[in-house]
């Protein structure tokens, strides 16, 4: 199960992915469909998060950083 790590609040728009940064905080990039190339990526949102080792960490349906650990030998 994933827990809750900060919340942001953040709320998504169409055609962009969304991640969480090496620097902890939410990004966001335009996505490549049907042939044209994809956008730059923007911070959406400073959060600062510290990311552990073994876990993988996602913006939720809520819009607000989770993690869950990954599944590794």
């Given at each position: 199960m994933a827990q809750k790590i900060a919340k942001a609040g953040v709320k998504r728009q169409k055609?962009?992915?969304?991640?969480i940064d090496k620097h902890g905080d939410i990004s966001r990039a335009k996505m490549a469909r049907?042939?044209?190339k994809g956008g730059k990526p923007e911070k959406v949102k400073k959060v600062?998060?510290?990311k552990e080792k073994g876990?993988?960490?996602f913006?939720?349906?809520?819009g607000d950083v989770?993690?869950?650990?990954?599944a590794r030998n």
């Open positions: 055609n962009f992915l969304y991640y049907g042939g044209k600062g998060v510290k876990y993988l960490y913006l939720d349906k809520q989770s993690r869950a650990k990954m």
